[in-house]
Structure formats: C-alpha cells, structure tokens
C-alpha cells in the first residue's frame, strides 16, 4: 500500500518510508510495532497539513507486503518505479518492528550527522535524556577500550552501522543506490518470540513496550527525520562522518590482509616446527592444518588517496555549506536545485551497473549482506570478501573499482560545494 503526499516546492523530490505489514505468524512485534508507528506518522501529517504545512518535497509512505518470503513487495515495487527512483528518490527510511531500549541507528554515512541530530531531540520515555544522550552513555558503558570510549566522549557524532540484509531498504541501498536509514528501539525486552505464533499481542503487551511509549518514541523519531528530510532546503547529507568512515573501513581491511599474514606465516613455522606433531595426543588423533601461501601485500594506496581527497571535499563541502543566507532570489533557487541533484546522485556514485563479483544484482560498492553471512554486512564487500575468500587478484581488482567511485564521489561534493559557495547559498534553517 503506498500513500503520497506531493511536495509543494519540489514535487520530483521524494522521501520514502516504509516498514512491512505481513508477519511470519501473529506479528505483534514482527512487524506490528513498527507498522503502527509507521501509521501514526502521515496521520498526524494529515493534521498538519489542514494547518497549513505543506512540505517541500513529495513524501510517500508505504507498508510493504510479502517481506517474510524474501522481501517480495519492497523488491518488486522498487525494481517497478527504479527507474523512477533513481532519479528522484533522496533518501529511504525504513522501520521494522520496535521494542523498549536504545535506539538503534543504521544507513547510509552521509546521513550519519542527519539522524545524530534527530536523535539529540528525541526524548527516552523512560529516562526522559535524549535518546542519543542514553544511547552515548549506554555504549560508553559497554566500550571495551579506553580508545572507544574516548572516541564516544569526543567525536561529535556516534558511528551508525552500515545495513545488510534481512529487511525490506535492501532494495533500495543495494540494488538502486538510494541513501537509507533503518531505525528502531532495542534492548529491553524478553526475546524468544521471534517469527513464532508467540509474537502476538499478549505477549507484547504483557512482555515488551505494553504501554505504547516505545512505540510513540519511534513515530516521533521517524516523523521527525522524514518531515526534516522534506522540508529542508539543501538536503541534510554531510561527508565529513562519511569521510572518516571510509578512513576507518580503509584502515580496517589492511588490518584484515595483516592478520592473515600473520596468521598464516605463524601456522606454516609452527608446521615446520613440528608444534602439530608435539602436540598431538595419539588417543585423539587429529589431522594438522596444510601449509598455506602467505597472502600477497595488496596495493592500498589507490583506496587511500581517494579517501584523503573524500575527506577533503567534505570539509569544503561543510564549510561552503555554513554560510548564511537568508533569502533566495530566482538564481539562487536554481543552484539550489543543482545542488540537491547532486546530493541525491552522491548515494548512486557509489554504485556499479555491473555489480559485486558473482552478484550482480548488488550494486552498492560499500555495503551488502555477506555471501556467506546471512543478513550480516560485509563492508567494501568486494574488497574484504575478496581477502576473506582468498581471491587476492580480485580483492586488488575491487580495491581500484572502490577507490574510482570514492573519487567520483569526491568531485561530487566539491562540484556541489563550489555551487554553495559560488551562489553563497547556505542553509537557511536549521
Ligand atoms: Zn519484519
């Protein structure tokens, strides 16, 4: 079932929200909990809009059908309008089911500022701090270094998980390159319901968020970013966060190649050594490990130069963006429009028509389910699975496709900062 509202300044501007409405059997929680949030959004927009409000941008609202047996509606409806997508969908939200807890922020890293700040409005119904002031404290509690939680103290905003697989922005973020949130509250409930005929409305009435709050938490979290996304004049993407995000995942698959160097060199000396022999208790016989070629050194630096010049047009990009202006005059409007073209376009410069290896279906560069890891994310999947599944010549092979996107993503921003800058045209609210 879709639902529209058309923008009044920016009809072909779209945001898209959906959360699914089939369940595996009661689906209380799986979907129901997010579905009826999802509901309560566009009814209290519908309020709003007799107000007066009409938003920039075209917002549709959506509740997904057949999302148990593979994701069936989301997929079939996007692969449908792609076309259409691609041109005009700026970001997608998704939900799916809710529960009592923290908030749990995963997408797309140029939207990483964007839902931080969401979220530095929303208050926990159960603590009454900011959502992010309880999810920040919570995670600095949980932190397993002194590294980490001096990272949680300091960096402005917090790290949002990239997305996999398992529910229905899959479509939309792998396959058609749209920027994607998924969002919901976590942690405090009994489990043990899932995808079973317990999962009903006893059980999360009796069990999980019985009185609601939870529930009204993400309808004000998710309207909040969808009427944000819709009304702001320069969409609210940022490439700072999403800059430092392609240094750290750069910096992570050369420690990966580093461990397995030296996992594998470790294991052949201690072949040669005899440790397997030694070690050996006759009476539980097992069989050594064969000796392995140590990995080969892969060339970084192509992935390492396009983040240095990613992390260089983001703070153009941020600085151009923060000068005022307080009126639009007709110029002005139009370089507003080439600039949120090209903010739309910067999630579709992260993809490849012809996809990952193997799998051209998945066309995102940065994010998708493992082959082999169900709905978890393999970040830079070429490039990691390409390690992980010993396939050096192609991991060198993606690592030059990856950092040929970064930089044509980095043009992109410093293309849209120089219209900013040119046309001094700043964000004019918040
Ligand atoms: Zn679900």
């Known amino acids: 079932m879709i639902a529209k509202i058309p923008g009044s300044v920016v009809p072909d501007e779209w945001i898209v929200r959906g959360n699914h409405h089939d369940a595996w059997v009661?689906?209380?929680?799986?979907?129901?909990?997010?579905?009826?949030?999802?509901?309560?959004?566009?009814?209290?927009?519908?309020?709003l809009l007799k107000q007066g409000w009409k938003p920039r941008r075209t917002i549709i609202y959506a509740a997904w059908d057949g999302e148990e047996p593979m994701l069936l509606g989301s997929t079939e409806w996007a692969e449908q309008h792609a076309e259409e997508l691609q041109k005009h969908a700026a970001v997608y939200i998704n939900t799916d089911g809710n529960d009592r807890g923290l908030l749990s922020m995963g997408g797309s890293h140029t939207l990483e500022q964007f839902i931080n700040g969401v979220a530095r409005d929303i208050?926990?119904?159960?603590?009454?701090?900011?959502?992010?002031?309880?999810?920040?404290?919570?995670?600095?509690?949980?932190?397993?270094?002194?590294?980490?939680?001096?990272?949680?103290?300091?960096?402005?905003?917090?790290r949002i998980n990239a997305l996999g697989s398992g529910t229905d922005f899959t479509t939309f973020l792998d396959h058609l390159g749209i920027a994607s949130l998924d969002l919901g509250y976590e942690g405090e409930d009994e489990q043990g319901i899932y995808h079973s005929i317990y999962d009903d409305f006893y059980w999360y009435t009796h069990f999980s968020d019985y009185d609601f709050i939870y529930g009204r938490a993400l309808s004000q979290t998710v309207g909040?970013?969808?009427?944000?996304?819709?009304?702001?004049?320069?969409?609210?993407?940022?490439?700072?966060?999403?800059?430092?995000?392609?240094?750290?995942?750069?910096?992570?698959?050369?420690?990966l190649l580093a461990d397995k160097q030296e996992e594998i060199r470790e294991r052949n000396q201690e072949l040669e050594e005899g440790v397997f022999k030694a070690t050996l208790d006759p009476r539980r016989p097992t069989v050594a490990p064969a000796h392995e070629e140590v990995p080969p050194h892969l060339n970084f630096a192509p992935m390492q130069n396009a983040a240095d010049s990613l992390a260089r047009s983001a703070e153009h990009y941020r600085s151009a963006l923060s000068h005022q202006q307080p009126t639009l005059d007709a110029t002005q409007m139009e370089s507003l429009r080439a600039v949120n073209q090209q903010l739309i376009e910067s999630e579709r410069k992260l993809t490849k028509e012809d996809g990952l290896p193997r799998r051209p279906w998945y066309k995102h560069l940065l994010y998708a389910p493992g082959v082999y890891s169900g709905y978890e994310v393999k970040t830079v999947p070429g490039v990691r699975e390409g390690i992980e599944l010993k396939h050096y010549a192609e991991a060198e092979q993606e690592i030059v496709r990856v950092a040929k996107a970064l930089q044509d993503e980095s043009e992109l921003i410093e293309s849209a900062a120089r219209i900013l800058s040119q046309t001094s045209l700043g964000q004019t609210k918040p």
Do not use: H
């Open 123 to 158: 208050e926990d119904p159960e603590t009454k701090l900011s959502v992010w002031q309880r999810l920040q404290l919570s995670k600095i509690a949980q932190a397993k270094s002194a590294d980490d939680r001096k990272e949680l103290r300091q960096r402005g905003d917090l």
């Open 224 to 255: 909040t970013s969808v009427m944000r996304l819709a009304d702001a004049e320069v969409l609210p993407f940022d490439f700072v966060d999403f800059a430092d995000t392609i240094q750290k995942y750069t910096k992570d698959l050369e420690k």
């Open 26 to 47: 009661n689906g209380a929680e799986d979907p129901v909990s997010g579905q009826a949030p999802l509901l309560a959004e566009p009814r209290a927009m519908g309020i």
